[in-house]
């Protein structure tokens, strides 16, 4: 099987939006075999409530309601929990105001105390390794379709985004906080212009470059950049919750999008709820001949209508199975051409080798193969 993809040809079309902030039902999903439970089946449950540790990790209702027990779809064993609409918490929690206020042990407190490292590997790597970095970038970049959601949540967050960028770059003493745009990002070209005088350290750099342009390895590279992290604007948004609003996440917006769509979804949605509600709720109708992909068509890690939407899943791309198979390699040299680490994709794909150690994941040579030869095939 392979994915039909069209990226770099973005069309433009209307964007519909959703608020799927009520879903009936949250699940969890249960992987390890030493699960610690805190609620029991049938019992009540409070907004932010400790439910169970999975793994060392532990898991928080996020919204109040009713346990329902345990449930499975496609092999896969999730806790279930049933809203009661009422969105009741155990705390009354106040806000933080000046953040840029905070020390960088208060600030790193309220993220490890927050469990702030499971929203995203890019927070993960800073709570660890802050003292070694001197740039941060917030990368808005379009190289494809599934890449608008970033621009699409700094649009809708971008004063609450800034004002978190700056304080962290501040309070942790980064000399070189950089935001990178793609040159056709009208509507957030202007804002970051508008408001460069309030933020005048952070510098503001425009790019056209397409796939996979966006990988955070070849923006610190474009950049001429070292000890640099990249950030997107979703893991800003998390940040700012956690440490503006102090409190966890439990919300956070999607982008559905996919070549026969008549339109484009973006929708605000809780966390933990099935991708088949999702759709339901926006009347998204697939058929057989589609698949859902996770963050890239290109990259094609595909989910089932009955994973749910995690912290990892920005976007959604449904995209077309094709007849259309592997064909021969025919030696065209351009998977090496094009490779921004020079490898020669050719050498491990024919002798069924492991890529080196300095491949980087981005899939280019699957983009631009004639021949339709996948790396992860």
Request: glycine residues 2%; hydrophobic residues 35%.
């Amino acid at each position: 099987m392979s994915v039909e993809n069209k990226s770099n040809k973005y069309i433009l079309k209307k964007t519909n939006e959703y608020k799927y902030l009520s879903p009936e039902y949250t699940y969890y999903l249960i992987t390890g075999n030493n699960t610690k439970y805190y609620v029991k089946t049938k019992s009540p449950v409070l907004k932010e409530q400790l439910v169970f540790e999975d793994n060392n990790e532990k898991f928080y209702a996020n919204i109040s309601g009713t346990v329902m027990g345990r449930k499975i779809f496609e092999d896969k064993n999730y806790l279930v929990i049933r809203n009661d609409y009422h969105e009741k918490y155990n705390l009354n929690k106040t806000l933080r105001k000046k953040i840029n206020k905070l020390t960088k042990r208060e600030m790193l407190d309220i993220l490890i105390n927050a469990d702030a490292s499971d929203y995203s590997s890019n927070i993960k790597y800073f709570v660890n390794n802050f003292d070694s970095i001197d740039s941060l970038v917030l990368s808005l970049l379009i190289c494809e379709d599934s890449d608008k959601i970033y621009s699409e949540v700094f649009n809708k967050y971008n004063s609450d985004i800034l004002e978190i960028f700056d304080a962290i770059s501040q309070v942790f003493e980064i000399k070189n906080p950089i935001i990178i745009l793609s040159d056709t990002d009208d509507n957030n070209i202007e804002f970051v212009t508008n408001l460069s005088g309030m933020y005048p350290d952070i510098r503001i750099v425009l790019s056209h470059d397409k796939y996979p342009a966006s990988h955070p390895l070849l923006i610190t590279r474009k950049l001429n950049l070292n000890n640099a992290l990249v950030l997107t604007s979703m893991d800003l948004y998390y940040l700012y919750s956690i440490i503006k609003r102090n409190k966890k996440v439990f919300e956070k917006t999607i982008y559905i999008t996919g070549e026969n769509l008549e339109f484009n979804y973006l929708v605000d949605t809780k966390l933990n709820v099935l991708v088949k509600d999702i759709f339901e709720f926006c009347n998204i109708e697939t058929t057989d001949e589609d698949i859902l992909c996770k963050n890239s068509a290109i990259k094609a890690e595909i989910i089932s209508p009955f994973d749910i939407i995690d912290s990892t899943v920005d976007s959604i791309v449904i995209a077309k199975k094709t007849c259309e198979k592997q064909k021969e390699c025919i030696n065209c040299g351009l998977c090496n051409k094009y490779c921004p680490q020079n490898i020669n994709p050719q050498i491990y794909k024919l002798n069924k080798k492991p890529f080196p150690g300095k491949c980087i994941d981005c899939n280019m040579c699957s983009y631009i193969c004639p021949s339709k030869i996948r790396k992860d095939i």
